[in-house]
C-alpha cells in the first residue's frame, strides 16, 4: 500500500476537507491563498508570499523519501455572473489562481516527483468542464484547460511512474451550494440519476483508487452520479 504525502494547491476548500481525515497518517502540504480553514494540517504555505517557492522547495525536499507524493489540484477563484459583467480584475484573478499559479506549483511538484521517480497528479474538476452554464465561462474554461494539462502530464511523465488524471465531479455538498434557494437544490438533486449530491466515500474513494493505481493515467474520471440536463 502506498504511503502518501500530500501537496493540496486550494486546500482552503471545503471539499477538500475529509482527506485530512480519511489520509490521517500521511504527511501534507497546504498551499493557500489567505484563507487557512480549521481543517488544514502539516505545512501551511502562501502562494501570494514573496518566499513562497523557496519554502515550497524546501518543503517538498522534506517528505521522507518513503512517501509518495501525491498532487492534488484543488485551487478556484469563481466569479458567479455573465462574462462580460467581469472586472479586469476578476479575470486576471481567476486565470491566476486557476492556471498561471496552478501550472508553476505543477512544475515544481513534478520536479520533485522525477527526482523521485514516483508520483500521483490529481486535478479537481467539474462537469461544467463538458458542460458550461451561463455565468460560469471562465470557470468551465478552466476546468478544461485543467483535464487537458493533467491528461498531457500523464503522458510525458508516465514512464517515471508518474500518474496524472483528473476527478471531474458533479453537485457535492459545499458552502456554494448552500447559498441555493431549496427549490434550486431540489433541482440539481433531481438532476442527477442517483437523486443525491456526491458523497464523501465516493470522492475519497476515486482519490485512492487514483494513488494506488500504477496504471490509471492521463484520463477523467467522471464522479457526478448521472447527470442528466441542466437549464
Given at each position: 500500500m502506498i504511503k502518501p504525502a500530500f501537496v493540496i494547491y486550494g486546500a482552503g476548500s471545503d471539499i477538500i476537507a475529509p482527506v485530512f481525515d480519511h489520509f490521517a497518517d500521511s504527511d501534507f502540504i497546504c498551499l493557500v491563498n489567505r484563507s487557512k480553514p480549521d481543517h488544514l494540517k502539516g505545512v501551511i504555505l502562501e502562494t501570494g508570499s514573496d518566499s513562497f517557492e523557496s519554502e515550497f522547495k524546501s518543503?517538498?525536499?522534506?517528505?521522507?523519501?518513503?512517501?509518495?507524493?501525491?498532487?492534488?489540484?484543488a485551487a478556484v477563484y469563481q466569479k458567479d455572473e455573465l462574462f462580460i459583467a467581469h472586472s479586469k480584475s476578476d479575470i486576471e484573478q481567476m486565470v491566476h489562481v486557476g492556471i498561471t499559479q496552478a501550472l508553476i506549483v505543477s512544475q515544481m511538484v513534478l520536479g520533485e516527483m522525477v527526482k523521485r521517480r514516483k508520483g500521483r497528479a490529481i486535478n479537481l474538476s467539474s462537469f461544467r468542464a463538458y458542460a458550461p452554464a451561463k455565468g460560469a465561462a471562465v470557470y468551465a474554461a478552466i476546468k478544461s484547460f485543467g483535464n487537458t494539462f493533467f491528461s498531457a502530464v500523464g503522458l510525458e511523465y508516465g514512464r517515471f511512474d508518474i500518474?496524472?488524471?483528473?476527478?471531474?465531479?458533479?453537485?457535492?455538498?459545499?458552502k456554494l451550494l448552500d447559498r441555493l434557494e431549496a427549490q434550486k437544490l431540489s433541482e440539481?438533486?433531481?438532476s442527477v440519476a442517483k437523486n443525491k449530491f456526491l458523497p464523501q466515500e465516493e470522492f475519497l474513494g476515486?482519490?485512492?483508487y487514483i494513488i494506488n493505481s500504477k496504471y490509471f493515467n492521463a484520463s477523467v474520471i467522471d464522479l457526478n452520479g448521472g447527470l442528466?440536463?441542466?437549464?
Open positions: 518543503a517538498l525536499s522534506d517528505i521522507p523519501k518513503d512517501r509518495v507524493l501525491v498532487y492534488l489540484n500518474t496524472s488524471n483528473s476527478i471531474a465531479i458533479g453537485f457535492a455538498e459545499s440539481f438533486k433531481k476515486a482519490i485512492e442528466g440536463l441542466l437549464e
